[in-house]
């Protein structure tokens, strides 16, 4: 394919592109700019990535509005295409080479499906799934080989369950969501009321709810709560190895990394992020675009829009501000040390 009509193809949802006409090389393929090759398109996010523009073995590359980058392109005959938002147009560009696998619509003979069950249109059902009484499946769905769905389970059109996953009672799953392998939805919570001789088991009689378009990675748990519901809010992605406990909210468009966990009860607002092992105490709220750095230990609310690092978590800015001391402590020791020693001496 022309890499001219790589372009026309997305110009569409891109109305401010730049290009040169000049030259327009075959594409066979998409790559990172540091391994690309003849014929392949890469792209470059902004003036930190733009040495590799001198580097790069790609055919054409995706740049952002600056002209001195895209001088730099011309200088070596590379084709490109100027864009505000190149990772975008790349991610994009992705989906005209790369289509993920979609099972044709069938139901496999090994399925075990309870006849209560409401099956949409066009649903694939992959070998031995197990759907159990009073389940929907909408539109378009597809259930992919040995995934288990409990009692009651409610399933929104053009929602992937991927092989092995978990739907556990009452779960209600919006449409256009992804749940990976080993996941498991609506688990019990982790009640338990300590008695003199341990432990009593809180039954869990609430549910989860996604709404459209979440995606949970793979192995993560969503638990169900003693009573109300779990919910996360549309447009969620939450990566490999995530636990989201019992009763939590979680608002629109948040993303969560991998390891990450919270316990009973947290609140996070809409676009939120967490990176990832985050962990967060049970009741504690993340207020509207608020941040979590790497390995962020997070105790207390966290305001809207603020940043934080560290465990417990503080500000992001005073975190650098004492991770930059932390390899001068030995040296301040050995100086604390002398001014005590001197002070004993005049003592």
């Not at 026309?8 to 949802?13: N, P, T």
């Not at 499906?113 to 009484?133: C, E, L, M, R, W």
């Amino acid at each position: 394919m022309k890499f001219s009509e790589v372009v026309s193809k997305l110009e569409a949802s891109h109305h401010s592109l730049t290009t040169n006409p000049n030259n327009d090389p075959e594409i066979i393929g998409l790559a990172a700019v540091d391994e690309a090759t003849t014929n392949q398109l890469s792209y470059i996010e902004g003036g930190k990535f733009a040495s590799f523009v001198a580097k790069t073995h790609a055919s054409a590359l995706i740049l952002p509005a600056d002209p001195t980058i895209q001088a730099q392109a011309e200088e070596r005959g590379i084709a490109w295409v100027a864009t505000s938002e190149p990772r975008l147009f790349f991610a994009k560009a992705i989906a005209i080479f790369y289509q993920p696998y979609r099972p044709t619509p069938e139901i496999h003979p090994t399925a075990v499906i309870h006849p209560s069950t409401k099956i949409g249109k066009d649903v694939y059902i992959g070998a031995y799934v197990v759907i159990q009484p009073g389940v929907e499946i909408g539109d378009e769905a597809i259930i992919h080989p040995n995934v288990v769905i409990y009692p009651d389970v409610k399933i929104g059109d053009r929602t992937t369950l991927h092989a092995n996953c978990t739907i556990q009672e009452r779960s209600q799953i919006g449409a256009d969501c992804v749940i990976h392998s080993g996941a498991v939805i609506g688990a019990e919570g982790f009640g338990f009321v300590p008695i003199r001789t341990g432990w009593f088991k809180m039954e869990q009689s609430g549910y989860v709810i996604l709404e459209d378009g979440v995606e949970i990675g793979c192995n993560s748990a969503v638990d169900r709560p003693s009573v109300g519901e779990t919910r996360i809010g549309h447009q969620t992605k939450i990566d490999n190895l995530v636990q989201i406990a019992h009763g939590c909210k979680i608002g629109f468009g948040c993303a969560i990394a991998g390891q990450a966990g919270m316990a009973g009860g947290v609140t996070l607002g809409n676009r939120v992020i967490l990176a990832g092992q985050v962990g967060i105490a049970n009741q504690a709220k993340m207020g509207d675009g608020a941040i979590a750095s790497a390995q962020t230990g997070i105790l207390h609310d966290v305001a809207p829009g603020e940043t934080v690092s560290g465990t417990p978590a503080i500000p992001h800015k005073i975190y650098l501000k004492i991770a930059a001391m932390y390899s001068r402590f030995p040296d301040m020791y050995q100086v604390f040390k002398q001014l005590k020693h001197q002070l004993n001496k005049e003592s």
